[in-house]
């Protein structure tokens, strides 16, 4: 079982998140750019601190539609940067406030983040690497894996022995899709 299945259930922090967000698939920008968002601030950080945090980064950011985000100009910047509510990193935010303009533009040309997500699924992980490095500032490999896996596109959020992986895999995401129309040699013979 993976390490965060172990801690996560039950956890006065974790558990909510593991149950009913980490590696359901979403439709949702507001919530794709949400979770990105989460991603970039939680770099170099702990994931508990980010979910302890995430109702005032939710606040300071106004609910992550991207193009309220996209829109936060010099005043809201100095905001955020000092608001204690939420990771006060200048790389950070401004990285979060560009992507969200990048987000916009996906948006109209794929009609939604998914949409754009969707264009370019499935990849192996380096390849996504280099399409988010191509695409948005602050995606490392660590982001992009968590960020990619926290929304259905890349397996490993759930050990497959943890009871909330089979609710996932009900949910036909966008990994399991893939994996069973492109079947491995071992499963045809």
Sequence with gaps: MSAYCTIAPGHPIHHHYHEHEY???CRDDARICERLV???FQAGLS???????REGINAAFGGFAPAHVAGLGDEDRARLLGDPRIIRNERKIDAIIGNAGVMCGL??????LAGWLDAHHPRMLPEWVRLFRQTFRFTGPEVT?????SLGYLPGAHAPTCPVYGRIVALRPPWWVADHLHPTTKDVQ
Excluded: K, Q, T
């Excluded at 994931?47 to 302890?52: A, D, K, P």
């Excluded at 894996?145 to 896996?149: I, T």
């Design 47 to 53: 994931w508990e601190l980010i979910l302890r945090r």
């Design 23 to 25: 590696g359901v698939p």
């Design 145 to 149: 894996n968590e960020f990619l896996m």
């Design 38 to 40: 989460l991603e970039i």
């Design 107 to 112: 948006v109209d040309a794929y009609g939604s």
